[in-house]
C-alpha cells in the first residue's frame, strides 16, 4: 500500500519517508515513529495498516542524519548496532523530521502520532513540543522521564507492559503522578514490545487493545 517518498525539514534536510494513503477520504493524518531498528518491515507494515483504517500515514526515516537506509530485524547483534545508530541522533533534528512528516501527513486534516519503543519515547517529546500534533499514543517509550519537565500540549496517551524488564513500573508511576492528564495503561503479561508481531514478546491480546484505545483516541481528537 505504501511508498517510500522525500521530504524536506525545516533546516533543509532532505530524507525519505514511508507514505501510505487510505482509499477515499482520509479521517486525518498519522506519523508512525520508529523502534530503534529504522523504518522496517514491521514499521513500514503498521504505517500501511494505519492508511488501511482511513488515516494518512507518513513514517519519517529519522536515521537518514546518521546514515541513510538504515534498518534491520531484532537479532541480539541488531540490537547492538542499533543501539549505536539511535546514540548518533540528535533530538532537536528529530523533531525537525517529525515535524515534516507531521507535515506531510496534515494532507489528511488533524494529525496524530503514535511511536514505538524509542519512538514512544519521541512521540511523547513530540506532544509536548510540535504544534503540528493533535494527539499521541506513545508505546514502551524508555526514555519519557527525562522530559516530565516539558509540558505537554496535544491530548496523549502511554501504553507499557507489566513485565517489561527495561522500563521499571516505578518509572511508569512517576508518569502517571507528574502527569495526570495523561492516559497511561499497564498491561499485564505483556513484555517490551508487546505490540510487534516480529519479536519474541508479542503479545497479541495486549497489541489488539492498546490499538483500540490509540484509535478511539485519534478518532476523537483528530475528528
Known amino acids: 500500500m505504501g511508498e517510500w517518498i522525500r521530504l524536506k525539514a525545516a533546516d533543509g534536510f532532505e530524507f525519505d519517508a514511508w507514505k501510505a ?37 507518513v513514517a519519517p526515516a529519522i536515521y537518514d542524519r546518521v546514515e541513510p537506509k538504515l534498518e534491520c530485524g531484532y537479532t541480539p547483534e541488531d540490537i547492538a548496532k542499533a543501539r549505536d545508530w539511535r546514540a548518533g541522533c540528535n533530538l532537536d533534528n ?14 489528511g486534516g488533524k494529525v496524530g502520532i503514535v511511536g514505538y519503543c524509542w519512538g514512544g519515547s519521541l512521540s511523547f517529546v513530540a506532544a509536548c513540543r510540535l504544534p503540528s500534533i493533535s494527539a499521541a499514543s506513545g508505546y514502551y517509550g524508555g526514555q519519557i522521564v527525562p522530559h516530565l519537565d516539558e509540558t505537554v500540549v496535544a491530548p496523549t496517551m502511554l501504553h507499557f507492559g507489566a513485565l517489561d524488564k527495561g522500563i521499571p513500573l516505578t518509572d511508569v508511576e512517576t508518569i502517571r503522578s507528574r502527569k495526570p492528564d495523561v492516559q497511561v495503561f499497564v498491561y499485564e503479561g505483556a513484555g517490551h514490545g508487546f505490540n510487534c508481531d516480529h519479536r519474541a514478546d508479542y503479545n497479541a491480546a495486549c497489541a489488539a487493545t492498546a490499538l483500540e484505545r490509540t484509535m478511539a483516541h485519534f478518532a476523537k481528537h483528530l475528528g
Open 21 to 57: 494513503v487510505p482509499t477515499g477520504k482520509a479521517k486525518g493524518g498519522v506519523v508512525v515513529v520508529q523502534e530503534i531498528f529504522g523504518v522496517n518491515a514491521h514499521i513500514r507494515a503498521v504505517t500501511d495498516a494505519f492508511a488501511g483504517a482511513g488515516y494518512l500515514a
Open 94 to 107: 528529530v523533531m525537525l523530521d517529525i515535524d515534516a512528516a507531521a507535515k506531510e501527513a496534515s494532507a
